[in-house]
């Protein structure tokens, strides 16, 4: 029989959900895996790690199945969680931790979609007391963006962020830890939406309200992460939000003229 002191409990809080991750008999766990993904949520979410909480919205129970056949693909196991059901879910310690974030990262989605909220590949700086955020595709400057900022303005993200819906106002909030700007500070709190911004780098500095509803869509589908689970309802309302919002287009060099527009 397994002690319960043997297990290994992480708690985590992201926008409002409260997450506890359960490692069965930590000390005897039969594969490195298992031991990798608490490394990878003492990391990737370290900033997010609370004490015990009384309301959990989801548990990861990671457990030992040494009889399991898996299929070993390089140096990374494949396999399929165990047990599930609305509010926890059962994962082999076999699972490689490719899979492991797969999982949890659809948890995430899941869960956000029931509260009005979604995720955003997004940096974005804290300007007048309200989060505007500065969409672009990989490479299209949402880090450059914000270190230019900082020198008038709070960094607060620049790779994603969690958008949600509450009663009737936009808040945004972090998510995870690892990203360029480590200056940017990390904890579990909301702040209100600002100006939403889709930028390019450029040899001027230009700012645009964004008119066209179509444009508007096609460029919010590639950053807004839509997933598979629940897909009408995440269009439903991504298509409110941008109905909700006003959106900007963002011409910037790489030098300190855009803070005169901003």
């Known amino acids: ?7 290994k409990l992480i708690y985590i809080r992201i926008a409002g ?3 506890r991750f359960i490692f069965v008999d930590y000390k005897n766990i ?8 608490k490394e990878y949520l003492e990391e990737e979410y370290k900033y997010f790690i609370t004490k015990k909480s009384k309301n959990i919205d989801f548990t990861f129970i990671f457990k030992n199945y040494p009889d399991l056949k898996t299929i070993n693909i390089g ?3 494949y396999v399929s969680t165990g047990i599930s059901n609305n509010n926890s879910v059962e994962i082999f310690n076999q699972t490689s931790i490719f899979l492991a974030k797969h999982f949890i990262n659809r948890v995430i989605e899941k869960l956000l979609i029931k509260q ?3 995720i955003v590949h997004a940096s974005a700086s804290i300007i007048r007391n309200k989060a505007c955020l500065f969409i672009a595709d990989s490479g299209g400057g949402k880090s450059t963006i914000v270190k ?3 020198k008038k303005y709070t960094p607060y993200s620049d790779d994603k962020v969690i958008i949600k819906k509450e009663f009737n106002k936009y808040y945004v909030y972090q998510f995870k830890s690892s990203e360029k700007i480590f200056y940017a500070q990390k904890r579990e709190r909301k702040i209100k939406l600002g100006k939403i911004f889709f930028i390019k780098k450029s040899k001027i500095v230009q700012i645009k309200e964004i008119l066209d509803k179509t444009d508007i869509i096609k460029k919010a589908s590639r950053n807004f992460f839509i997933g598979e689970i629940n897909r009408s309802e995440r269009y439903k309302k991504l298509f409110q939000f941008i109905t909700d919002n006003k959106f900007y287009s963002l011409l910037f ?8 527009l901003i």
């Open 17 to 19: 959900l409260s997450f």
């Open 116 to 118: 009005n909220g979604f």
């Open 75 to 77: 140096k990374m196991f």
């Open 30 to 37: 039969l594969y490195p895996e298992g031991k990798r993904v």
């Open 148 to 150: 230019l900022l900082s």
């Open 253 to 260: 060099p790489n030098d300190d003229s855009v803070l005169l």
């Open 1 to 7: 029989m397994i002690k319960r002191n043997n297990n």
